[in-house]
């Protein structure tokens, strides 16, 4: 088959992108499949700079059994240089190298990208980190893609240093209530907010919390289809404990805020931090990662590869990634439901605490009781960059590779939960040697 030609950015035509998403085949819809609950489903990460090399991608996905598509967006656009990424763009297609480092999908334009996504009839997942992603968001629904990743706070403070967190939350609000309005047409477009936050040491109880804002931010705009994340965190107990307490959470403040017709997916991401270099090992990490994704009861895995610690993986290796997870995950069967009451009641007191301080706040809006809450370090994110984040919580690992919080500066905590959490952590006994602790916890699988 011929493939298009590149072209500038073009006007969004609303009636016909209504037409286009009311007539639109259930089947690219990933609400669609989250609601038959009959598999976990499987999604790469992926993105080029040109049309041909992306159908290519997609045909080597297509061969591996793919269940949902990625389309990982360039950083120009994430920043949204549009004449940057034109001009990469140009450079990529002229010389068949790859100038950017995803799809600049608002210059390709809706049309051309909307005849690649009918062509597979798969559900397709933008992959970004776009604090303003307004046009972008309505460029993917107009092309066919409907599951929107991100949010205010996810790809914000892990993300960003300065942009400001008050306008990211407005344009996230007009993100929301955009997909809410398309949802209306078909099937529920489904919106899924970024769990791994910096992938680095971060408590489970501030993953939660953010995992709940966000969604709760969602369902106040309309959003009928949500999807909570988290990532590996280097212990299977501590995800598995994560996973209950976040289900748990998630449908209960769905309910209280108005959401009880929300349909809320677990989304589990294979570790986000530095990969080892032996490319056997990677295998095994991704195998392990497969495994706790089954044990808690995912609906959906977002994979990684063995070429991981070396940079883009090729089309190839992203494939066979896929394929071997799907594999894996055949192989799976009567897996046990297991829980560890201690841990899941001192985590659940924990989000519980926050999101208190954060409903308590006297502004008059959601978003401005997160803002404030950010704003006075109630939540604190480790390592974001973004100058609003307080960074005064520390973490560590304890002996069974559990993060513990060690130092929780402003973060509303009780007392007895934060005397559980120093109480499972044997800590050095200077300074040097907790730094060198939390530097070799970090890369706890390499």
């Not at 009636?15 to 999604?43: C, G």
């Not at 046009?135 to 993917?140: C, G, I, M, N």
């Amino acid at each position: 088959m011929s493939l298009p030609v590149t072209s500038m950015p073009i006007i969004l035509i609303f009636d016909e992108i209504e037409d286009f998403i009311r007539n639109a085949n259930k089947e690219m819809f990933i609400s669609h499949h989250f609601k038959k609950r009959d598999r976990l489903l499987v999604q790469p990460r992926g993105g080029f700079p040109t049309y041909k090399k992306m159908f290519e991608l997609y045909e080597e996905f297509m061969k591996a059994d793919i269940d949902v598509l990625p389309l990982t967006i360039d950083s120009n656009t994430r920043l949204n240089d549009y004449a940057m990424a034109q001009k990469m763009l140009t450079l990529s297609e002229e010389n068949e190298m790859d100038m950017l480092n995803g799809y600049p999908l608002v210059n390709h334009g809706y049309r051309t990208t909307r005849k690649m996504m009918t062509h597979f009839n798969k559900p397709v997942s933008l992959r970004h980190g776009t604090p303003d992603a307004r046009l972008l968001v309505e460029t993917a629904l107009a092309s066919g893609i409907f599951e929107i990743e991100g949010g205010p706070i996810t790809y914000m403070l892990p993300y960003s240093k300065n942009f400001p967190l008050d306008k990211a939350f407005l344009y996230w609000k007009y993100v929301d209530k955009v997909c809410a309005l398309y949802s209306t047409l078909n099937e529920p477009i489904n919106r899924e907010s970024f769990g791994p936050l910096t992938a680095t040491l971060v408590p489970p109880c501030i993953v939660i919390v953010i995992q709940l804002i966000e969604m709760l931010l969602s369902i106040e705009e309309g959003v009928k289809s949500f999807s909570v994340s988290f990532s590996q965190n280097g212990s299977m107990m501590q995800d598995i404990v994560t996973s209950h307490v976040l289900k748990k959470l998630a449908r209960e403040y769905a309910d209280m805020f108005s959401g009880s017709d929300a349909i809320i997916n677990l989304v589990y991401h294979q570790w986000m931090g530095a990969f080892p270099r032996d490319k056997n090992l990677s295998d095994s990490l991704i195998n392990t990662n497969t495994v706790i994704a089954a044990m808690v009861r995912a609906d959906k895995i977002i994979i990684k590869t063995r070429d991981e610690a070396f940079g883009i993986p090729t089309m190839q290796c992203n494939a066979q990634s896929v394929a071997n997870t799907k594999y894996t995950l055949r192989t799976l069967k009567g897996l046990p439901v297991v829980h560890d009451a201690e841990e899941e009641e001192n985590l659940e007191l924990e989000v519980r605490a926050i999101m208190d301080a954060v409903f308590n706040d006297p502004a008059d809006t959601l978003w401005r009781k997160v803002f404030n809450t950010i704003k006075n370090g109630l939540i604190d994110v480790p390592f974001s960059p973004h100058i609003i984040n307080h960074n005064e919580v520390i973490t560590i690992r304890d002996e069974s590779g559990n993060i513990r919080i060690i130092e929780k500066g402003k973060l509303p905590l009780p007392d007895r939960c934060f005397a559980y959490e120093k109480s499972k952590v044997n800590l050095p006994e200077s300074k040097t040697e907790v730094i060198n602790k939390i530097i070799h916890d970090i890369g706890a699988m390499l």
